[in-house]
């Protein structure tokens, strides 16, 4: 095994040990990975520097995965000649599309992770909780492109179009639930409270 074999075999060890940081030993790790405490110093002089490459690779893979261009050319490919009940209907099907995919791939790669282990199914291990996929629609890239979709009704709208978007964004979550969680709400019936509000008029 070369060295970076062996350093990218520690590292996949270390996702199961995080809970265990304070209280590590470069002996637990070695022992996890299933060598000898002398291999595992040859590539890495202490705990610290485990974890730091572990970090770096966690914050490489997430980047690529969260990465909205492919969504946000979508969002730009909107017709902004259609009713704004339209456009943030597509918008609520992009989102809805991105968050499956970024769940499927964050799930991939925390099985790949854990594979073999026996601390998989707990969530107090994993390195990134579903909760935090509710963050996601609050890129700055995707409020910048709903902005965009909201300009064109600006003269109509109660607040500047980059508020509402990000407020919109908010309520989009409601469509676009996490697993295991309360049953998503219509994206048209969010739609319609974001535009008409809560009270019944007339």
């Not at 095994?1 to 304070?22: A, C, F, K, N, P």
């Not at 597509?90 to 790669?109: S, W």
Request: glycine content about 4%; hydrophobic content about 45%; some cysteine.
């Amino acid at each position: 095994m070369s060295s970076e074999q062996l350093r990218q075999r520690i590292v996949r060890t270390t996702v199961s040990l995080l809970g265990e940081y304070e209280t590590l030993t470069m002996a637990r790790i070695a022992e996890a990975a299933g060598i000898s405490e002398a291999d595992l110093l040859a590539v890495f002089p202490a705990k610290e520097a485990v974890f730091q490459a572990w970090s770096s690779m966690f914050m490489a893979r997430m980047s690529v995965v969260m990465d909205p261009a492919e969504e946000i050319r979508k969002l730009d490919a909107i017709r902004v000649d259609q009713p704004v009940g339209l456009r943030l209907l597509e918008v609520v099907d992009i989102l809805g599309a991105y968050f499956t995919r970024v769940r499927a791939d964050i799930e991939a790669f925390e099985q790949a992770c854990f594979a073999g282990d026996s601390t998989a199914s707990d969530e107090s291990t994993r390195p990134f909780s579903r909760n935090d996929l509710r963050s996601l629609g609050s890129l700055p890239e995707i409020q910048q492109a709903v902005a965009k979709l909201l300009k064109p009704d600006e003269q109509r709208l109660r607040l500047p179009a980059e508020a509402l978007a990000e407020i919109f964004l908010g309520m989009s979550r409601l469509c676009t639930r996490v697993s295991n969680e309360v049953q998503p709400l219509p994206a048209a019936q969010v739609i319609d409270l974001f535009l008409h509000g809560a009270l019944i008029t007339g």
